[in-house]
């Protein structure tokens, strides 16, 4: 079974501040991909990376892709609390099917 | 249509009674996935559609569990004699082609409740 662990499982912190979340795997993926989801919503992309080593910057938010293409990480710059909500890796390990992480879920106060 | 619909948004069932949700994906979308997400977690794969076929159904929990896309548009997933540990948020997404250069788009997804 391939699993992706996301950590750390919950993080509270205030507005300004820098995060970091790590998603971390035993499997290889051909590409991955994070996603937010605010309450009562699904989950909505944020990014796709496919190389190993690939940085990605989105305004404030920087996703890296492992080199092994095992792991991933994303980084927050002064975190706001439009920021808040649930991040979810998903790594796609052959071609269609994604398996999402275990999640990690952001509060930003203000 | 410009996002993912899913039908109902909620539904309260009594245990042992058949539930279909619905799905209606973006429109020319090849591909349609089947998700159930728990509170906080992030979703579990149940099935997956490519056009009209039914190409990986390896995450339907058992047999009460099936679905379909005749046209390849619209996909039902259906639940047979349900039970309480059914209830969950199930969510549909699509993407345009197949493969991991394309992301999902969500639908909002069904909450079921079995009482």
């Known amino acids: 079974t391939q699993l992706l662990e996301q950590s750390p499982q919950f993080l509270s912190i205030q507005e300004g501040e820098n995060l970091t979340v790590y998603c971390n795997s035993s499997?290889?993926?051909?590409?991955l991909q994070w996603y937010r989801q605010e309450p009562g919503e699904g989950p909505v992309l944020l990014v796709t990376v496919v190389t190993g080593g690939e940085v990605k910057k989105l305004k404030r938010l920087t996703f890296q892709f492992g080199d092994a293409r095992k792991d991933s990480s994303l980084h927050i710059t002064a975190a706001q609390p439009g920021d808040t909500g649930l991040y979810l890796c998903a790594g796609v390990p052959g071609t269609y099917k994604y398996i999402f992480g275990t999640g990690t879920r952001l509060k930003v106060l203000a | 249509g410009a996002g993912v619909s899913q039908s109902p948004r909620y539904k309260v069932t009594k245990r042992g009674q058949d539930v279909a949700l619905r799905c209606d994906p973006i429109?020319?979308?090849?591909?349609l996935y089947w998700y159930r997400q728990a509170l906080g977690q992030g979703p579990e794969f149940l099935t997956y559609f490519n056009y009209e076929a039914q190409q990986d159904k390896s995450g339907l929990p058992n047999d009460r569990f099936s679905a379909e896309r005749p046209e390849g548009s619209i996909s039902t997933l259906t639940i047979q004699r349900t039970e309480q540990r059914d209830s969950a948020m199930y969510r549909c997404a699509s993407s345009l082609m197949t493969g991991g250069n394309y992301g999902y788009t969500f639908g909002s997804g069904t909450r079921l409740t079995v009482v």
């Open positions: 499997s290889v993926f051909s590409s």
């Open positions: 429109s020319g979308h090849v591909s």
